[in-house]
């Protein structure tokens, strides 16, 4: 299992470029989330799915689009860049909770943007 | 106001040598609380998850222990190691969903020889 993936591992942009971070999970998660995490913040939610054809917004979606056409791959795409958006960008995946309400989170490596 | 506070900010501490990281929270309700262990450069890596009704649980030289009374976590580290060397978050999941989930801003931790 490579677990969770996620390309670029760098990227620069210009202030109005748009890109797609690429996020893929081989554990069949029906979960899947983007984080942003800056200095002296903890990670915050931008956008999340709970399966194939569903997403939803969370804590931070401005300026950001998902779809999740499978369940494996969940991209984030930046439609216009802005140096705002620097940041370092996680994906991550779980099953549903269970019930506990504990569903544990696996993440990726992270995706390094800067925007000019 | 929902928050997880970490202390300390960062700690140095030699290696051999046992350390303590503290977390308070204020979100409620509440489920449970996670542990991440972060390496530079690196996506986190969950350590520890303890339910409301669980006040211990260990991970090999890691152990945290949860006062959901007092709403306060802890994650003692034995016979630290250089690869203990990372940022640790501490986590907290209120009850209605899965994808809320309020992240403290983490303990930087360097063991030094």
């Known amino acids: 299992n490579a677990g969770v993936t996620q390309t670029p591992k760098f990227q620069v942009l210009k202030t109005g470029q748009s890109m797609t971070l690429q996020c893929a999970q081989d554990?069949?998660?029906?979960?899947m989330s983007w984080y942003r995490q800056d200095p002296g913040m903890g990670l915050r939610l931008i956008h999340y799915?709970?399966?194939?054809?569903?997403?939803d917004q969370g804590e931070v979606p401005n300026g950001y689009n998902v779809s999740r056409s499978t369940t494996e791959d969940f991209p984030l795409r930046l439609l216009s860049a802005a140096p705002s958006q620097t940041s370092v960008y996680f994906c991550?995946?779980?099953?549903?909770?269970?019930?506990?309400?504990?569903?544990?989170?696996?993440f990726g490596p992270g995706t390094r943007l800067t925007v000019l | 106001k929902n928050q997880v506070e970490q202390s300390p900010q960062s700690l140095i501490i030699l290696e051999g040598k046992n350390c303590t990281l503290q977390?308070?929270?204020?979100?409620?309700?509440?489920?449970?609380l996670r542990w991440y262990k972060q390496d530079t450069g690196r996506g986190p890596v969950s350590l520890t998850i303890?339910?409301?009704?669980?006040n211990t649980k260990s991970n090999g030289r890691y152990t945290a222990t949860l006062d959901a009374d007092t709403k306060q976590s802890s994650l003692h580290i034995t016979a630290s190691q250089l690869s203990d060397s990372a940022s640790y978050i501490c986590?907290?999941?209120?009850?209605?969903?899965?994808?809320?989930?309020?992240f403290g801003t983490g303990t930087r931790l360097t063991v030094i020889p």
């Open positions: 991550a995946s779980s099953l549903p909770p269970g019930l506990a309400g504990i569903n544990e989170q696996f």
């Open positions: 554990m069949n998660h029906e979960y």
């Open positions: 799915s709970v399966g194939a054809g569903i997403t």
């Open positions: 977390c308070n929270y204020t979100v409620s309700p509440f489920s449970n």
């Open positions: 303890m339910t409301f009704s669980e």
């Open positions: 986590v907290v999941s209120p009850r209605e969903g899965a994808n809320n989930l309020f």
